[in-house]
């Protein structure tokens, strides 16, 4: 159920598109954890910084439903494009349905499998990455898409705060969180980066590769 703080941010924030609305219901509906969506106020976010960033070229590592894949593509010129992994092919016809509603299917393509595998097929630069998909690989996909990404270039991910489990003591000891902490870890020790880990909704660390 959604905080007096998140009513708060979201009525003060930039609405979202019917075409999101859309998604959001129909993720309620059709899906078993749709509190996997990015939400109106982290999916305006995330379109003004593909358009602060000028991104032309956007990488997306786990679409879900096509939420966050929407937003960014909102954010990027007409002739900018999206490469969007997902594992779950059973969520294809979800996706594509709500990006015929956004009118962005144009910008998108969709690569169903392992994301490990298919960003060794992908060829950069890319502006932006977005990393929200296997919490435990956090660390693989940094090091994976390290390269493809341009000098000056952005890297987002998704749910770095983990709902609080990172500063509990002992440090829970599942993979996922383990994978979340190391991750963390990894981008603050590297001096090929600047970021800056906000405190929006589950977390969303801002990674900028000089």
């Known amino acids: 159920m959604e905080s007096a703080s998140e009513k708060y941010l979201r009525e003060h924030s930039s609405p979202q ?13 059709r899906t078993n954890y749709p509190r996997m969506l990015s939400g109106a106020v982290q999916g305006r976010l995330l379109t003004i910084l593909a358009e602060i960033s000028n991104a032309r070229k956007v990488l997306e590592i786990g679409t879900f ?6 937003c960014l593509a909102y954010g990027l010129p007409e002739e900018g494009h999206i490469d969007t992994l997902e594992i779950n ?3 294809e016809d979800l996706i594509r349905e709500g990006w015929s ?10 690569h169903i499998g392992d994301a490990r595998k298919t960003i060794a097929t992908l060829e950069g630069p890319y502006d932006l990455v977005y990393i929200d998909a296997n919490k435990r ?21 998704d749910d770095v705060l983990w709902d609080g489990k990172l500063w509990q003591d002992p440090l829970p000891q ?14 603050m020790a590297d001096p090929r980066v600047e970021s ?14 000089k």
Do not use: C, M
């Open 89 to 91: 092919d059973e969520l």
């Open 196 to 209: 800056v880990l906000l405190p929006i909704r589950d977390g969303l660390n801002v990674i900028r590769k």
């Open 65 to 70: 439903t096509g939420y966050s894949a929407t």
């Open 17 to 29: 598109s019917e075409a999101l609305e859309w998604i959001e219901k129909q993720t309620n509906i």
């Open 174 to 187: 599942d993979k996922q969180t383990l994978g979340i902490a190391a991750f963390n870890d990894k981008v």
């Open 137 to 157: 690989e956090y660390s693989d996909y940094y090091d994976l898409v390290f390269d493809l990404v341009r000098p000056g270039g952005l890297i987002l991910a």
């Open 101 to 110: 509603k956004a009118g962005v299917e144009g910008k998108i393509t969709l």
